[in-house]
């Protein structure tokens, strides 16, 4: 299979993914170091992609499953963060810029296991609502 990189602009900034091997590479680059602000449509779009390249990996009969043992995702006061490898990924609703706002503390590239990416999908699905 051929290995796509997605480069979507945004509201604000800029979000590259791509399929890397078992994970999807997310990389973030927002305008002078800060977050990356989604628009609904920016938001239904990487919802799809996410979820594309999920179950991509997902049906490779090469791909070994691992448990999800317990949910990955932390949230204080409707701000959902992770904490992957050495990197924090948080997604939170910006009600001055009526957009989501996606950001990471650490490392801008970010490896994501089917888990992880699961659950943004469902919190960016959350604040399509």
Not at 43 to 61: G, H, R, S, V, Y
Not at 73 to 91: G, H, K, P, T
Not at 93 to 116: F, K, M, P, R
Request: with cysteine; charged share 30%.
């Amino acid at each position: 299979m051929e290995n796509q990189i997605y480069n979507w602009f945004v509201k604000k900034g800029n979000i590259l993914i791509q399929r890397d091997d078992t994970c999807i590479s997310l990389k973030l680059n927002g305008e002078k170091g800060e977050s990356c602000l989604l628009t609904r449509s920016d938001n239904d779009d990487i919802i799809q992609l996410l979820t594309k390249i999920a179950k991509e990996i997902w049906e490779d009969p090469d791909y070994e499953r691992k448990p999800y043992p317990k949910q990955l995702c932390q949230e204080v006061d409707n701000v959902y963060y992770w904490d992957i490898e050495e990197s924090r990924l948080m997604i939170k609703y910006n009600e001055i810029e009526n957009a989501v706002e996606i950001g990471c503390d650490g490392s801008q590239t970010l490896n994501l296991e089917i888990n992880y990416a699961v659950e943004i999908i469902q919190v960016l699905e959350h604040f399509n609502q």
